[in-house]
């Protein structure tokens, strides 16, 4: 029912997305039981971030403005700067992204 994948704008390296396959727009309009299932779907990709990348905790976010897709920001931090989403993008090469994606995979076996 979901899937998680790298943000190609990430805000701090290992910034997650994580979406509903259904096409809906806010995520307050989803059915609660998806929600629910959605931030279980969410919680060991969180996990797996935070070993992949040593921050205090990862962030959780809804913002809902980039896209028309509900979607959740899953963002290691170590301070609430890390979750500025006015701040500059990080770029990263395809090797590097894959890289990222490489060591959050690890991290969930």
Known sequence: NFLAFLDVFPIVKGHVLVIPKV??????????????QWLVFAKPIANAIEKAFPCKRVGLSIVGIEVPHAHIHLI????VEDMNFSKPKLKFTEQEFKEIQDSIIKALL
């Open 76 to 79: 290691p931090i170590n301070n």
């Open 23 to 36: 096409n809906i727009d806010k995520f307050y309009h989803l059915d609660d039981a998806l929600i629910a």
